[in-house]
Structures are given as structure tokens and as C-alpha cells.
């Protein structure tokens, strides 16, 4: 990038051409990712324009948690495929590959074909399959293919040669490879330096296995990827270490949706086991860098959250540089889209096994509202201040009501409103940048409130509840009107 904005600097007098027409999207789409883009201030600048004039504006999508935008786009596609449309003809485009989990298990569960381009299937990772060995050990001792998986992984001294000295003698007794290995650290068949890291790693599994039955499985799966060293094995890999990791985080959440273990065990089987018998007509789920030079005539754009994208990790390493790369992904994202382009956000998310509120990410009060379609199922925010003065918000009423005192609106207040991307960056800086609230508490207990009880939540301020629907409560806030929110969100009073 630094070369094509050196260019005209390191050759003077070079004439420069800018490739303005665009062939493939509709007005709206070009519009949308063009006043996307024009906050960055890293570019040369152009002015795209097409002859295929209308079409569908860019539609943006709020939901309540992860879940439900999975549903959203599967039943999109479906209604999409009722139409007349080719699963081929859609793509869904997502910032990190942890997000395609979500994705492929609703797809399976529905049938709807669908290939991940650029990269095997969430459940197919060498990180993911790594986690199952352990656990499949864990429940059962038979399991030889897991054994061998994960033995000597991360390293432990336990060579190929002494793996298959195992596996033959267990063989030749009618064992499993466990098995044999409790007997053969007893003995010298083996080197000293195997059978002492034989003994620690049986050792280390019977640990686990007695943990199985007191804690819950995800936080069996931590522990274990923790003690066996595996985590420092990723943490140690700079290039590619910290993509596993957060496959590994969006791994142990997953879990959480089971009663037990062998469920969890039972239903990854079953999503293995399944032939997609995808073919050439199957749905397109791939990461924002591998659609780069693709196009298709419907794209989905999950995920559009701060510190998901712009991703957190981007920004913490390269500051203003990695917002406007962040930026740069987001425009190729809308503009790979032919006819239809759609943008979902989640309001909440499980992260690292705790609920927490997510803020629309400042992309999406970046689009310009002439070429936008917005609405939300939460009615938990407020657009950005690009589409509040376009009288055009995600819920019926204003997130900060006139008169809000909360700390956080105070300090919104000393900034002054602006038109300039800069200005308005700045001010989300300090209303997104660290705002967002954690809820510790489990999200499947029940409520312990009570109709007409008064409660304050950080950002709505004071309310009255009005209904209950298990973990989630419906509040009348004094000053930003009715809302539903999840109850460790708020505090009595």
C-alpha cells in the first residue's frame, strides 16, 4: 500500500489513471463501501460508478447474541434457495474462521450444502481434531486413533519409533495402546526418558479423567489444553499460533450447549460423519482475505462488532495503520457482493465462557444511510450519530436519552459533533473503544426478579422491569424507554 501512495512522489510528473468503473455491483453497494472507505485517510481516493443503477440497498442487520444470526442468514438462504436462487450464488464472508462454527453447524443441521474455500471446516482443524483426541481419550481408554494423535503433541520425547513399538505390542495382546503403555512404563522395553514421559502423561490423563466428573466440559477442555502445554505450543507460534488459539476459545464456548461430554463427543461425530454432498451448488463461507478478486450475487457480512472487525489485536499491534487495513477489508467485504450485500451484528456474545454485550462495530456508522437498510431484533442500541441524524435509528428510541448522566454520556458530551470521519472516530473512541460490560453470571439461570422491581443498568440508567423471559428481562428505562436486557446487566436498587 505505502508503494501506490508513494507513487506520485517518487515519480513526478507521472501521469496517474484512475480506474473508476465498476462492472460488477449496483449503485447502493458501490455507494456503501465508497463512503465505507473514504474515512480512511491512508489513499489516493476515487469516485466508483457502474451503469447498473438501484438495486437492493445494503441491508444491516442487529440481533440478539451469535446464535440467532446464524439462524438468520441459514433462513435467509433458504428463502433465497425457495426464490430460485443457487446456494453457489451465495457467500458469507467473516473476519476470523473461528466465526464459521456457528455457520456450518446450523448448515448441517439444516442440510443446506455449503464448502469453506481457502481452508478446511471448523471441525476439521488440526488445533480442533488435536482438542477431540484428548477428550475421546478421556472417555474412553480403547481409543487407539486418539492415542496416537495426541501422545506426543505437543513434544514430549515420545518418538515415532517408540509410538509404533507400542501400538505393535498392544496389537499382539489384543490391547488398546493405553493399556499396553501402563504396563510398559513398568518394564524396559522402553528407553528411560520415554517411559518417564509415558509415566506423566498417563499420569496427566488419569488427573483429567478423575476432573471429568466435578467440572463442566469446557472447562475440562481448558484445563487439559493448559497443563498438557498445549496453549504455550500456539502461544510459541507467532504466524499462525493465536488464529488456533481463538479456535480453541470459540471451541470450549460451543460446548457449553451440551449436558454432557459424551453429548458433546456424540454430536461432533455426527457433524464428521455427515456426506454435505456439496458438489458445485453449495454455499461459500470464507474469511474477508480469501474473498479478495471472488464476487458473488449475495454476500453475507456476519460479525461486524467492535474488536471483532476491526479486530482488537489488529488495532492493538498497528494503531491507526491497522484500523485503516481493518477498513480496507471491510470495503473489498461489501464490494464483493453483485446485487446484495448484507451486514449482521450480535449484541451479545459468549466470550471466554461469559456473556458480553458487543457494540456494533463503527463500520456500520460508517455507511452512508442513502445507501442503507437498517434494523435490529434486540432493541438494545442506537444507530451511530451518521444515521440518528438521518432520523433513522436501529430501535425506536435513542440509546442516551437528553438529561442522561452516566459517566460514560458525560464524557461523550465534552466532544463535539462531527461530519469528519477523524472527529467521529475519536468520539467512538471513547463512547466503543473500552465501554464494553461483562456479565460474569451463567446465562442459563433463572431469574431471580420480580415484575415492577426497579434495577440500573450502566449504560439505560434506571427502570422499572415490565416482563421476564427467563435470563432476559424486558425494562421500561427512564430515560431510554423500554429495552430487553440480560439480567447481569443490571443491578437492583
Known amino acids: 500500500m505505502d508503494n501506490i501512495l508513494r507513487f506520485e512522489r517518487d515519480f513526478p510528473g507521472a501521469k496517474v489513471i484512475r480506474l473508476e468503473r465498476n462492472y460488477r455491483s449496483t449503485s447502493h453497494i458501490l455507494g456503501a463501501a465508497s463512503g465505507l472507505i473514504e474515512a480512511n485517510k491512508g489513499r489516493l481516493g476515487k469516485t466508483l460508478w457502474t451503469e447498473a443503477d438501484g438495486g437492493e440497498k445494503v441491508r444491516v442487520q442487529g440481533v440478539w447474541d451469535g446464535e440467532a444470526e446464524s439462524r438468520l442468514i441459514a433462513d435467509e438462504i433458504e428463502t433465497q434457495r425457495r426464490a430460485g436462487r443457487k446456494y453457489s450464488d451465495i457467500a458469507i464472508l467473516v473476519r476470523a474462521s473461528f466465526q464459521m462454527r456457528a455457520f456450518e453447524e446450523r448448515f448441517v443441521l439444516l442440510a443446506i450444502p455449503y464448502t469453506v474455500v481457502g481452508g478446511p471446516r471448523f471441525f476439521e482443524r488440526a488445533e480442533i481434531r488435536d482438542a477431540h483426541a484428548y477428550l475421546r481419550l478421556i472417555q474412553s481408554e480403547d481409543d487407539d486413533l486418539a492415542f496416537e494423535r495426541i501422545v506426543n503433541t505437543p513434544k514430549r520425547g515420545i518418538g515415532d519409533t517408540s509410538v509404533q513399538k507400542i501400538l505393535a505390542i498392544a496389537r499382539q495382546h489384543n490391547l488398546s495402546a493405553l493399556t499396553a503403555v501402563r504396563g510398559l512404563i513398568n518394564t524396559d522395553e522402553l528407553q528411560a526418558r520415554t517411559r518417564t514421559a509415558l509415566s506423566n502423561f498417563v499420569r496427566d490423563l488419569d488427573r483429567w479423567r478423575a476432573m471429568a466428573g466435578t467440572v463442566t466440559h469446557g472447562e475440562l477442555t481448558e484445563t487439559i489444553l493448559e497443563e498438557s502445554g498445549y496453549t504455550d505450543m500456539q502461544r510459541a507460534d507467532r504466524a499462525s499460533g493465536q488464529t488456533r488459539l481463538d479456535n480453541l476459545k470459540e471451541l470450549t464456548q460451543s460446548m457449553q450447549a451440551f449436558d454432557s461430554l459424551q453429548a458433546y463427543l456424540e454430536h461432533v461425530s455426527l457433524v464428521m460423519d455427515l456426506d454435505r454432498g456439496a458438489g458445485e451448488d453449495a454455499v461459500q463461507i470464507m474469511t474477508l482475505h480469501a474473498a479478495k478478486g471472488l464476487e458473488f450475487p449475495l454476500v453475507f457480512l456476519p460479525g461486524w462488532e467492535e474488536g471483532v472487525f476491526p479486530s482488537q489485536r489488529s488495532i492493538d499491534e498497528k494503531g491507526e ?108 473512541a471513547v463512547i466503543e473503544g473500552k465501554g464494553r460490560l461483562i456479565a460474569t453470571g451463567d446465562p442459563k439461570a433463572s431469574s431471580n426478579w420480580a415484575r415492577g422491581e426497579r434495577v440500573f443498568h450502566q449504560k439505560f440508567g434506571y427502570g422499572a422491569i415490565r416482563a421476564i423471559e427467563g435470563n432476559k428481562l424486558v425494562v421500561d428505562f427512564e430515560k431510554a424507554g423500554e429495552k430487553k436486557v440480560i439480567d447481569t446487566f443490571v443491578e437492583k436498587t
Open 321 to 428: 495503520k491497522g484500523l485503516e487495513e481493518e477498513r480496507r477489508l471491510a470495503y473489498v467485504g461489501v464490494t464483493r457482493a453483485r446485487e446484495d450485500a448484507r451486514i449482521s451484528f450480535a449484541a451479545n456474545r459468549l466470550v471466554y465462557g461469559r456473556w458480553t454485550s458487543q457494540l456494533p462495530s463503527r463500520f456500520v456508522d460508517e455507511l452512508p444511510i442513502d445507501h442503507v437498510q437498517a434494523e435490529s431484533d434486540t432493541g438494545y442500541y442506537g444507530a451511530g450519530p451518521g444515521l440518528k441524524e438521518a432520523k433513522s435509528r436501529w430501535d425506536d428510541t435513542p440509546v442516551f436519552g437528553a438529561g442522561y448522566s452516566s459517566p460514560g454520556w458525560k464524557r461523550a458530551q465534552s466532544f463535539t459533533a462531527s461530519t469528519t470521519p477523524r472527529d467521529r472516530m475519536a468520539r467512538n
